[in-house]
């Protein structure tokens, strides 16, 4: 059974890049067909869906973070990243990775997919 854990810093400063690690285990991220996903939750909100990483390498954005936002992988350690530049307190939030199976941009739930636990971000001087 596929397992996912965010990892990465509590704190950051505005105009920083956030980095988060989701690190994969009972499965491998590039012989699933599957979407690697980044998804947020910001106090109040509803989720929003950021990008995805296919097994294969192809990346996707969300159009209106795109700008922003880098996701990588590293298939050595079977883990995929997220970037996200300039941040502002608004990108404080719950940050979560999920695996799926069909590219979803909008309308997540958390009964979609296989979730990570999630990770608090704060974005603060």
């Known amino acids: 059974q596929v397992q996912l854990q965010e990892s990465g810093p509590g704190l950051v400063r505005p105009s920083q890049t956030l980095s988060l690690t989701c690190t994969v285990s009972?499965?491998?991220?590039?012989?699933?067909?599957?979407?690697w996903n980044w998804i947020r939750q910001s106090p109040g909100e509803g989720l929003e869906w950021m990008g995805a990483?296919?097994?294969?390498?192809?990346?996707y954005y969300n159009p209106s973070l795109k700008s922003r936002t880098s996701i990588s992988r590293d298939t050595s350690k079977n883990q995929f990243t997220l970037q996200l530049s300039s941040v502002t307190p608004e990108d404080a939030a719950m940050y979560y990775c999920?695996?799926?199976?069909?590219?979803?941009?909008?309308?997540w739930g958390r009964g979609y997919g296989t979730w990570g636990q999630g990770t608090q971000v704060t974005v603060s001087s």
């Open positions: 009972g499965g491998s991220i590039t012989t699933y067909a599957s979407y």
């Open positions: 999920a695996r799926s199976i069909g590219l979803k941009s909008k309308d």
């Open positions: 990483v296919h097994s294969a390498g192809s990346t």
